[in-house]
């Protein structure tokens, strides 16, 4: 089978360092991986060519890079279903972290993120006598969670992270919700309100965008965004609903339930607080370039055709 590679490439050690394209066109086999393909190329064609990889089993994460503009493991995409008409696969290395060389990234900020959250159980409740229990259906929940193999490709392709290096991540997020759903950490509830409280802090849970990339990056199908939401879930139920970020999702759920669509005018209001000037204050630059831009949503909300039916279905939800 015929392909052609075309490998985002960065050379740090080059008279002038700089990213540029460079095509390879080789022969593979129909069953082969996008990580054979660099193999070959780095083994046969080119031995300059910078990448990691060790288990070739997607266990050990070392793979990981955009294909095609999405980040996942190597050895785990096939070459044949990446293909463009053209037979052309596109290689970049791994999003959001700095790039050392060619497709190997420094993974630095990747591991401060996950080390934020502390990594063991903070039981609230006497000893006991044997050990701590916790049920087989809880085990059984967590076991998705901890399937992580912290390949990074989360976070490569995480559009808060690109744009705010202080978000916690979806990766740390989901470490972090490992024990918050662990019925051992925290009070005789499995609640542990200090390190809730800790992730609804700003560039915590409440940052994320739900965008969905890092559900769909991950190879291992931990889905790092249902966690999150979860997370927030956990937060608002044990009485942390008096922050930006849950005062965001009680007003924009209020808002689709009561009309059917979302007020854009008070979102920012009902989110910040209507006595917080400083903040509201903060919105009069988004205000004007949205006026400038024709982009102002309509003064007057109005509801949207048979609205009746939108408010019989959010009462069937908030009742189930």
Same mark, same amino acid.
Not at 92 to 104: F, I, N, R, S, Y
Not at 136 to 142: A, G, R
Not at 173 to 180: D, E, H, S, V
Not at 297 to 305: A, F, G, M, Q
């Given at each position: 089978?015929?392909?052609?590679?075309?490998?985002?490439?960065?050379?740090?050690?080059?008279?002038?360092?700089?990213?540029?394209?460079?095509?390879?066109?080789?022969?593979?086999?129909?069953?082969?991986?996008?990580? *054979?393909?660099?193999?070959?190329?780095?083994?046969?064609?080119?031995?300059?060519?910078?990448?990691?990889?060790?288990?070739?089993?997607?266990?050990?994460?070392?793979?990981?890079?955009?294909i095609?503009?999405?980040?996942?493991?190597?050895?785990? $995409?096939?070459?044949?279903?990446?293909?463009?008409?053209?037979?052309?696969?596109?290689?970049?290395?791994?999003?959001?972290?700095? $790039?050392?060389? *060619?497709?190997?990234?420094?993974?630095?900020?990747?591991?401060?993120?996950?080390?934020?959250?502390?990594?063991?159980?903070?039981?609230?409740?006497?000893e006991?006598?044997?050990?701590?229990?916790?049920?087989?259906?809880?085990?059984?929940?967590?076991?998705?969670?901890t399937?992580?193999?912290?390949?990074?490709?989360?976070?490569s392709?995480?559009t808060?992270?690109?744009?705010?290096?202080?978000?916690?991540?979806?990766a740390a997020?989901?470490?972090?919700?490992?024990? $918050?759903a662990?019925?051992? *950490?925290?009070?005789?509830?499995?609640?542990?309100? *200090?390190?809730?409280?800790?992730?609804?802090?700003?560039?915590?849970?409440?940052?994320? $965008?739900?965008?969905?990339?890092?559900?769909?990056?991950?190879?291992?199908?931990?889905?790092?965004?249902?966690?999150?939401?979860a997370?927030?879930?956990?937060?608002?139920?044990?009485?942390?609903?008096?922050?930006?970020?849950?005062?965001?999702?009680?007003?924009?759920?209020?808002?689709?339930?009561?009309?059917?669509?979302?007020?854009?005018?008070?979102?920012?209001?009902?989110?910040?607080?209507?006595?917080?000037?400083?903040?509201?204050?903060?919105?009069?630059?988004?205000?004007w370039?949205?006026?400038?831009?024709?982009?102002?949503?309509?003064?007057?909300?109005?509801?949207?055709?048979?609205?009746?039916?939108?408010?019989?279905?959010?009462?069937?939800?908030?009742?189930?």
């Open positions: 089978m015929d392909v052609t590679v075309k490998v985002k490439r960065y050379d740090p050690d080059a008279a002038r360092p700089q990213v540029e394209w460079q095509e390879y066109p080789i022969s593979i086999d129909e069953n082969a991986t996008v990580l *054979d393909a660099l193999i070959m190329i780095r083994e046969e064609v080119d031995g300059t060519l910078s990448l990691r990889c060790s288990c070739r089993s997607a266990i050990c994460g070392s793979c990981a890079m955009r095609n503009g999405h980040a996942g493991l190597a050895c785990k $995409t096939k070459a044949s279903d990446s293909m463009d008409a053209n037979g052309t696969i596109v290689v970049e290395p791994a999003g959001v972290m700095p $790039t050392v060389k *060619d497709l190997v990234v420094n993974f630095d900020l990747f591991w401060k993120k996950i080390e934020e959250v502390e990594p063991y159980l903070k039981p609230e409740v006497p006991p006598e044997a050990e701590y229990i916790a049920s087989n259906e809880s085990m059984l929940h967590l076991s998705g969670v399937a992580c193999i912290m390949c990074g490709a989360c976070v392709d995480c808060v992270l690109e744009v705010d290096p202080t978000f916690l991540g979806p997020l989901a470490k972090a919700y490992r024990f $918050t662990d019925p051992r *950490d925290g009070d005789a509830n499995g609640v542990s309100r *200090d390190r809730l409280a800790k992730l609804g802090m700003p560039s915590g849970m409440w940052d994320c $965008t739900r965008c969905n990339e890092c559900v769909q990056a991950c190879p291992k199908g931990v889905a790092p965004m249902d966690r999150i939401m997370l927030r879930e956990q937060a608002m139920e044990v009485g942390f609903g008096n922050t930006n970020g849950a005062r965001h999702a009680e007003a924009f759920t209020e808002s689709v339930g009561h009309s059917g669509r979302l007020d854009e005018l008070r979102l920012p209001v009902q989110s910040v607080g209507i006595t917080n000037i400083p903040a509201l204050l903060g919105f009069m630059p988004v205000g370039r949205a006026l400038t831009h024709g982009k102002l949503p309509p003064l007057v909300h109005k509801n949207v055709e048979d609205v009746d039916t939108i408010r019989r279905l959010f009462r069937k939800l908030n009742n189930s």
